[in-house]
Every structure is written in C-alpha cells, then in structure tokens.
C-alpha cells in the first residue's frame, strides 16, 4: 500500500453505518451476518467477529482476511494453556455444507494486525474475506465499545 493511501485512509475515517441496517451479506452460498470488531488504538491489534453460514452441500473454507486498516490479518483460535486461554493462529477455518460458524469473543475470530489507524466505536472498518469456494467478499466490521461482549445493542 502506498503512503499516499495510507495518508488518506488516515485523514478519513470510516463512514459509520447503522448496524443494525445492515442484512446479511450473501457470497455464492454463503450468508454473512453480525460482522462487529471492537475499539482499539493505533498501532495495537484489533479483533473482528462475525457469522458464516453455508446453506450450500459442498464445504467452504475462510482462507484469509485483509484490511486496509491493519498491516495483515489473521485467523486465530482460542486454546486452553493450563489455566489460561490463548489466541493461535489457524491456516482456515471450514464452514460445512449446512453449517453455521459463529467468530465471536472467547472463540474463533479475525485479528486486526498493526493498525495504522485507531477503530473508533460507532464507525465500520472494511475487510476482505477470501473463501475457497465463495471467492472474495467485503464488508464493513461495525465497531463497538473496547469491552463489548456482542454486536451492536440496539435501542439503549
Ligand atoms: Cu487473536
């Protein structure tokens, strides 16, 4: 990514769009819902969550991710250490046919990795996701509080 891209991306925050708005995204037989993320600071790591459900009969995988907000993205997994849970990193995360995968706190999710810029709470960040069968997709990752548990709560 150029300098010049990033200096815009940087001058120019994300326009926020009401989550609760937005239907679920359709990619081949996939359908995407509850795309969120979480506020954190520039230069630290961010985490992405959402909902694949694969209403196909051939199995699909989520291969990567990308944003222009953070230098990469990975796929991670929590795994239990003794007493503590730790994030690792997997190389896919399958969807079978009739399946539906919840990325969510405490579980599978997307990292946001060396963020040039902050994710502000009430914005959307854009990620790309590459699935094996579906292709690409893009969608914007609402952001909530740092804290939060879930996607947007709505009417509070
Ligand atoms: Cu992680």
Redesign the pocket.
Known sequence: MTRRVLLALALAPFPPLPAAAQPGIRAGDLVITQAWSRAAGQGG?G?GYLTIANRGTAPDRLLSASSPAAGRM?L?SMVRDGDVMR?RQVPAIDIAPGATVELRPGGL?L?FVGLGQPLRQGETVPVTLRFERAGEVSLGFAIQAAGARGPAHHGH
């Open positions: 790591q985490a990975e991670h994030m999710h990292m």
